[in-house]
């Protein structure tokens, strides 16, 4: 059975760090994207990053560029989302998301070309 499982959110204040992982099961990562995408209230969902699983790829959308590093351990199978510089409007429920690589790296921020995702960790970034 795949799955999917994200911990490490919480409440932060700004300009901190937390860091996510998401650990994965039923499956091995080695032909699987990862993908890390966010949700706040009211909002759409939002392609946050990816790494490829195959040769470690990283990908990122602009409004986290250099404050957000994903990571992989395949050993554990497991990917991290390491998360600095922390801003207010970063809060919001974070997904983890997998697909095979060749669909996912075509457009690693289209959520559809995802098929198993996690649960959701919150994370809030408030002083």
């Known amino acids: 059975q795949v799955q999917l499982v994200e911990s490490g959110g919480g409440l932060v204040q700004p300009g901190g760090s937390l860091r996510l992982s998401c650990a994965a099961s039923g499956f091995t990562l080695d032909s699987y994207a990862i993908g890390w995408f966010r949700q706040a209230p009211g909002k759409e969902r939002e392609w946050v990053s990816c790494i490829s699983g195959s040769d470690g790829r990283t990908y990122y959308a602009d409004s986290v560029e250099g404050r957000f590093t994903i990571s992989r351990d395949n050993a554990k199978n497991t990917r991290y989302l390491q998360m600095d510089s922390l801003m207010p409007e970063d809060t919001a429920v974070y997904y983890c998301?997998?697909?095979?690589?060749?669909?996912?790296?075509?457009?690693?921020?289209?959520?559809?070309?995802?098929?198993?995702w996690g649960q959701g960790t919150q994370v809030t970034v408030s002083s």
């Open positions: 998301a997998t697909g095979r690589s060749s669909r996912v790296l075509r457009a690693p921020s289209v959520h559809s070309l995802y098929d198993y």
